[in-house]
């Protein structure tokens, strides 16, 4: 079965860029979305399609994907972001199904 | 407004069933496909199920295939989960969820609605 692995946490200071991984074999090939779940409400969508952001998502987030990770780039972070944040793709094998990386919190110091 | 709102969770006994609903607004059903999504407390993301807009796909994570069944009701704008054989192991918030694109099957498109969730607890 597919794997994603994601660092379980990452710091920042307010105004600085932070970089969320996602690592997964020939994550590249795939194509990779992104979610931010504040607590106590429903994950958002913020990047699709390893680097589109939805309508209303700032264009401080920015994604990318090449050979075994994929990336999550928050520029300019604000207080706001604070919030874990998943990556997703599909895994087309012999038993197809959705994956989601174990998820990584942001924290802004 | 694009809505989605579970219900139907609740706490139930291991080895028995439940049905979850989503009801779905503001955008057309049938042309979507639709997937459910849990998290444990204090856990991560875990997909469930998924349905393609026509039910000609449909998809199931190793944890709950044979015992949970997925189905939606086009006429009804209303997504289904029928667990069965309940576990401790399937206590969790799930989510309904829907594809960010239409007119495909189950794979590829992110999930750009999500509901606000509905809680299971599994326990005696």
């Known amino acids: 079965s597919y794997v994603l692995t994601q660092p379980p946490s990452v710091s920042v200071a307010p105004g600085k860029t932070a970089r969320i991984t996602c690592g997964g074999n020939n994550i590249g090939s795939k194509s990779v979305h992104w979610y931010q779940q504040k607590p106590g409400q429903a994950p958002v969508l913020v990047i699709y399609?390893?680097?589109d952001r939805p309508s209303g998502i700032p264009e401080r987030f920015s994604g990318s994907n090449s050979g075994n990770t994929a990336t999550l780039t928050i520029s300019r972070v604000e207080a706001g972001d604070e919030a874990d944040y998943y990556c997703q793709v599909w895994d087309s094998s012999s038993d197809p199904h959705w994956v989601f990386g174990g998820g990584t919190k942001l924290t802004v110091l | 407004e694009v809505q989605l709102v579970e219900s139907g969770g609740g706490l139930v006994q291991p080895g028995r069933s439940l049905r979850l609903s989503c009801a779905a607004s503001g955008f057309t059903f049938d042309d979507y496909a639709m997937h459910w999504v849990r998290q444990a407390p204090g856990k991560g993301l875990e997909w469930v199920s998924g349905?393609?807009?026509?039910?000609?796909?449909?998809g199931y994570a190793d944890s709950v295939k044979g015992r949970f069944t997925i189905s939606r009701d086009n006429a009804k704008n209303s997504l289904y989960l029928q667990m069965n054989s309940l576990r401790a192991e399937d206590t969790a918030l799930y989510y309904c969820?829907?594809?960010?694109?239409?007119?495909?099957?189950?794979?590829?498109?992110?999930?750009?609605?999500w509901g606000q969730g509905t809680m299971v607890t599994v326990s005696s």
């Open positions: 349905i393609s807009w026509n039910s000609g796909s449909i």
């Open positions: 399609y390893d680097s």
């Open positions: 969820a829907k594809s960010a694109f239409g007119g495909s099957g189950i794979e590829e498109h992110a999930f750009d609605i």
